[in-house]
């Protein structure tokens, strides 16, 4: 399938709103929730 010069603007348009209206209703809270106490050790500094 050959992308189009009105295909492209589409599919842009498309994506554009569909992240304009994720934003509006903001994170879904099971993707901002915070994990108590963090799920990973601290990193230290230097070699691993």
């Known amino acids: 399938m ?3 010069r009105r295909l492209f ?3 842009t348009a498309a994506g554009g709103l ?3 209206v ?3 209703n903001g994170m ?3 993707v901002g929730a915070e994990i ?3 799920s990973c050790p601290p990193r230290t500094s ?3």
């Open 2 to 4: 050959e992308l189009s």
């Open 9 to 11: 603007f589409k599919s």
């Open 18 to 20: 569909a992240l304009y």
């Open 22 to 24: 994720y934003g509006a």
């Open 28 to 30: 879904p809270e099971a």
């Open 36 to 38: 108590p106490g963090g």
């Open 46 to 48: 230097g070699s691993s």
